[in-house]
């Protein structure tokens, strides 16, 4: 083998079962800092970071696999896994070093994939993780004797509480330094004497055709051998000759009566047994562990779903309550930079765009940053402390009566911060038909960019203090999943037949989340909302200001010009000149405590004139276009205008109707930021006087929101995640008409019930 060069970073790659404290590992490993993409041709997660080494060493970059309990692989996750430990994606080199974590705590079941990839022949470092919990339990693992039992390193640790991880990290980079050497494979399978020669055979005819993965020879031959899905995930892989020959060595094992999917996988767990047996020492630990005293609670038949649903309301409910005074903070700056802005400007087109349509626009949905950085918080939070499996599992009994896996619940349940890693997340579903409804129903979880929209809705039309206003949050959050449970039905009795697999899903120990790691998290997702707002949000703010302030009417502006001053003139008649009237208007918006009569019917008739210039503009034109589509719902134009820009991404509307009132607004007392906006809503009114933003309006919008498919990007990783058109273009029409029937309905029943 040759020697690590300066050349390239010396690569290490990080693999291990779901649920060992890989990723805790990682990111202790490299200091929370990595880099995130997709592998080519598929939208499997890649995540790479450099280990933090000082600049004097071999630099070392950890690349983390996605969590496998095998080599045979059940998933497009789990595909990856073995097809980098394989040699076979050229974008990847071949490993310098394998690090794989097992979970002290579960060792028998985590050293079933630690010896398969220990037989791949690289060097190989193994990270026994939680080695507390193991000793909590009552196991004693003797580290030395399960070294030499593996023939490879073995380092215990405790990544959660750093315990070992920085001995481990030197060890790695003592090793890059000294280059990679050659390994011996081992083999820790105990075969049958004719499984053990067919498999010889093979390994002999895979080293002649890959003489350049000859060590991997002898592992690839025991899966070719022993794994039905091999040949078939690979076709164009092997050659024909190959493909024969292995098919004539199951033949004559079958006949021989050895059963050759199950030799291999009896073997290896029954020298996993003996490896636990001589490694383990039992200390008389607690017969009942931690975990079990609180599962005892939070997954029982009637506790556990109130808990899981007490958990939800303690969310939102502190969403409005917890989040007001960051979320004032940011409306202030948002309304200080606006004035500043304004007043650092002669009045003119280009402060109208920079004040109304840049910094309002996108300062009413940056204002939700404390809101959304607490919904990820509480998600990251649930995830690392372990309770997210329990949510999956307290789950399992409803989606199985709607056809759904378990597994299922995951990727919906990420949907609840964007329906993108959601969807993203359905690889680990091992089934076609379950993956593509559980595709088809996760955007219908209310994400974080629909969060703007219910906040602002609510603050406008809902009335009651901040548990009102959270109820009617989880309310929204709530329709989204029966909605998707719903839905998810349907399509398993009409489109997508067939029975789910029953749910094998693996409990983690519960463990303290890590702080360090939450906020990480936290601000990972948070930055993509402040990215998306500077870029997707401010572009459409920007063509929404041009639509809605061209083309001037100079008829309009004179008429009201006109209108204005004659009333000023009636209330002042020694005011006679153009000059007279503007110092007396700026007199009165001056003047201090509650606007008078006049200032009032000047204010009403800037309204007036903006509403028109708006229903005249572009804009206006567009939302009278779509009118008729929305007015059996109750919306009017102006709403038609934020819910046909909101197709590009939901939280749009809030900007849109920012935008649309700040140029109908011409009231320089109102407030900057969402508040403000939300108090514009209030005050907007037919022509017959009756408010426009009611409670039953505004819980048809929601309803509404919930439903309707308003996400390009997710309509562009739904494309990518089922390689057609049909899915994504199907799924835009169900949820489109979805959410006019039943916004629709929403409204009638309000009416029926009493509301306006």
């Known amino acids: 083998m040759s020697t690590a060069t300066s050349q390239r970073s010396f690569l290490a790659v990080l693999t291990g079962n779901p649920n060992c404290g890989k990723t805790t590992l990682f990111n202790a490993l490299t200091g929370l800092r990595a880099r995130v993409g997709n592998y080519a041709g598929v939208t499997v997660e890649r995540k790479e970071g450099a280990l933090l080494v000082s600049s004097r060493d071999q630099p070392v970059t950890i690349l983390d696999l996605p969590g496998t309990y095998s080599l045979s692989p059940q998933s497009l996750d789990e595909q990856i896994a073995r097809d980098i430990l394989f040699q076979r994606l050229p974008e990847v080199a071949a490993p310098d070093l394998v690090l794989v974590v097992i979970d002290g705590s579960n060792l028998q079941r985590n050293l079933y994939y630690a010896t398969q ?36 390193p073995v380092f215990p640790m405790s990544a959660s509480t750093g315990e070992g991880v920085k001995a481990f990290a030197d060890a790695v980079k003592a090793h890059a330094a000294r280059g990679t050497q050659r390994v011996i494979p081992r083999e820790f399978s105990e075969l049958p004497e004719d499984f053990g020669r067919e498999a010889r055979e093979i390994q002999g005819e895979l080293s002649k055709l890959f003489p350049h993965r000859e060590r991997l020879a002898a592992a690839e031959a025991l899966l070719l051998l022993s794994d039905d899905q091999a040949l078939q995930a690979h076709p164009d892989h092997y050659p024909a000759a190959l493909q024969e020959k292995v098919r004539n060595a199951r033949t004559r094992l079958e006949k021989s009566g050895t059963d050759w999917r199950s030799a291999s996988i009896e073997g290896r767990y029954a020298r996993a047994a003996a490896i636990e047996m001589a490694v383990i020492t039992e200390t008389g630990g607690p017969e009942e562990t931690v975990s079990d005293r609180i599962d005892r609670v939070v997954t029982h038949q009637v506790w556990g779903p109130l808990i899981f649903v007490g958990i939800l309301l303690a969310l939102f409910v502190s969403i409005f309550w917890v989040a007001e005074i ?6 202030w700056l948002v309304g200080a930079l606006a004035g500043w802005v304004s007043g650092a400007m002669p009045p003119g087109d280009l402060n109208d765009l920079l004040t109304n349509g840049v910094v309002a626009g996108v300062g009413s949905v940056v204002v939700f940053l404390p809101q959304i950085c607490l919904l990820f918080l509480f998600i990251s939070a649930l995830e690392d402390s372990g309770y997210m499996a329990r949510a999956a599992f307290l789950m399992d009994r409803v989606m199985s009566r709607v056809g759904l896996h378990g597994k299922s619940f995951i990727p919906m349940l990420s949907s609840f911060a964007c329906a993108i ?99 990480r998290h936290m601000w990972d997702r948070s930055s993509l909302f402040l990215r998306r707002a500077g870029t997707v949000i401010l572009g459409i703010n920007i063509l929404l200001w041009f639509l809605a302030t061209f083309p001037r009417d100079e008829g309009i502006g004179n008429r009201f010009e006109v209108e204005r001053n004659q009333r000023i003139q009636a209330e002042h008649p020694g005011d006679t000149t153009p000059e007279a009237w503007a110092a007396r208007r ?29 229903r005249n503009s572009y804009a206006g034109r567009l939302g009278r276009l779509v009118e008729p589509v929305f007015r059996p719902l109750g919306f009017d134009w102006k709403m038609g205008i934020g819910i046909v820009a909101s197709f590009a991404a939901r939280e749009v509307f809030v900007s849109t109707m920012s935008v649309v009132y700040n140029v109908g607004a011409g009231d320089a007392g109102d407030e900057e930021g ?41 309509v562009a990783v739904v494309r990518r995640e089922t390689n057609s058109w049909r899915w994504p273009l199907f799924q835009f029409a169900y949820m489109t008409a979805l959410a006019w029937v039943l916004a629709f309905a929403t409204r009638w029943i309000g009416i029926a019930l009493g509301g306006g």
């Open 326 to 331: 960051p979320k004032g903070w940011i409306e």
């Open 586 to 614: 700026a007199a009165l918006e001056g003047a201090e405590g509650e606007p008078g009569v006049l200032l009032e019917a000047l204010r009403q008739l800037d309204r007036e004139q903006a509403g028109e210039e708006l």
């Open 117 to 152: 990839v220990i037989e791949l022949g690289y060097p190989t470092f193994v990270a026994l993780n939680m080695v507390d919990v193991a000793r909590a339990n009552g196991h004693e693992i003797d580290d030395r004797s399960l070294s030499a039992a593996l023939g490879v």
């Open 674 to 714: 969402t508040s403000g906006l939300a108090e514009r809503m209030k005050t907007e009114r037919r022509a017959d006087g009756t408010a426009v933003y009611t409670p039953v309006t505004g819980l048809t919008l929601m309803v509404f929101y919930v439903f309707a498919m308003q996400c390009v990007s997710t």
């Open 421 to 519: 890693p959601g969807i993203m997340a359905t690889r680990t579903i091992e089934t076609v038909q379950d993956r593509l409804v559980t595709i088809l129903v996760a955007p219908l979880m209310s994400c974080s960019a629909r969060l703007p929209v219910y906040t602002v809705l609510i603050a406008a039309c809902i009335g009651g203090g901040a548990f009102v206003k959270g109820l009617t949050l989880t309310g929204m959050y709530l329709l989204g999943i029966v909605g998707a449970l719903g839905m998810a039905w349907l399509f398993k009795k009409t489109l997508l037949k067939g029975e789910p697999p029953p749910l094998l899903l693996e409990l983690p120990p519960y463990k303290r989340p890590l702080p360090s790691v939450i906020l």
